[in-house]
């Protein structure tokens, strides 16, 4: 009798166990190449062409509005520096800062940090943009979003730089059904009450407002309320005391309560104890990151408003 035969299909008997249990058929004893990763070609805010050599593995992040999508679609991890306004998530603290007070960034600091992608934004000037490119850095400006659509527009731009699109179509589509959810609420009420939005009281008589065209006003009227603020022949702009007493807006929100303004001291104002926000109590602080960084937390802005302005509905 052959036994050779057999002695074979023993010797395979005994082997493909083996191999399998170290994660890999038997023709895949030797190291398979590694598989190039496909070059990103992108067109950025300023309507430039910008190639990437596969997924960049380290980022630097020139806004806060830019920080906070990279880690809301899960690229979080590519972040090797930030701007130094970047303050959420609160991890994003123990990266190195680049600057940026003022407008005034460290290229060395850039630089430095080896990064295969800066994330620029509309903040950024294009003089900045350049500045970086003559050093050698690929820079890629996210646009500026004008709505909520666009919103989401930025998060799936920010998804094929980095490789995290199964991620940001879940998140997209979740930010979609909270919107809806507040939206389907508010776009039927008649009785809208009128709302200042106080964004810098440095000039308690002249303060700082957002008119039409920001995203304040666009979530305000989301939120089932009337922008007093948008009448204004500017996006941003003072208002006169006088002009907000005749005004008389129902509620104040305090976008510059991180700087100590508070229902307290804004009542404490010499004239602004007529208007009837200050009178009924409808003075409230407000996160202004939540409605001045464009990215997935506006949409945490849109429910924090919809809950002040229309109490009764979102309780």
Request: contains cysteine; proline residues 8%.
């Amino acid at each position: 009798m052959n036994r050779k035969p057999f002695r074979s299909l023993l010797l395979m008997i005994l082997i493909i166990p083996v191999l399998l249990l170290a994660g890999c058929a038997p023709e895949a004893i030797q190291p398979a190449a590694e598989t190039a990763q496909a070059v990103i070609n992108m067109t950025d805010g300023l309507s430039r062409t910008i190639t990437l050599e596969g997924i960049p593995q380290r980022i630097v992040s020139l806004a806060p509005s830019n920080t906070e999508i990279l880690y809301a679609i899960g690229a979080g991890s590519l972040l090797v520096g930030r701007d130094e306004f970047s303050n959420y998530p609160a991890e994003v603290l123990s990266l190195p800062s680049v600057g940026g007070s003022w407008g005034n960034y460290d290229s060395e600091a850039i630089v430095a940090l080896n990064p295969d992608l800066v994330l620029a934004a509309e903040i950024n000037p294009p003089e900045l943009v350049q500045s970086l490119e003559n050093l050698g850095l690929t820079v890629f400006l996210l646009p500026n979003p004008t709505d909520i659509d666009g919103i989401y527009r930025i998060l799936e731009i920010s998804a094929q730089l980095t490789g995290r699109q199964a991620e940001t179509a879940i998140l997209v589509e979740s930010l979609k059904a909270r919107v809806e959810a507040v939206t389907s609420q508010t776009s039927t009420i008649s009785e809208r009450p009128t709302v200042f939005y106080e964004l810098d009281s440095t000039e308690p008589n002249a303060p700082y407002t957002a008119g039409a065209g920001t995203f304040v006003d666009l979530l305000i009227g989301l939120a089932g309320g009337s922008n007093v603020a948008s009448v204004l022949d500017s996006p941003w702009a003072q208002i006169s005391l006088e002009q907000l007493v005749v005004m008389d807006p129902d509620i104040i929100l305090l976008g510059d309560s991180a700087y100590g303004v508070t229902p307290e001291s804004v009542a404490a104002r010499p004239g602004w104890e007529s208007i009837a926000a200050v009178k009924n109590g409808y003075v409230f602080p407000f996160n202004d990151d939540l409605v001045s960084r464009p990215g997935p937390r506006m949409v945490d802005g849109l429910e924090a408003m919809a809950k002040l302005i229309q109490p009764e509905i979102f309780k």
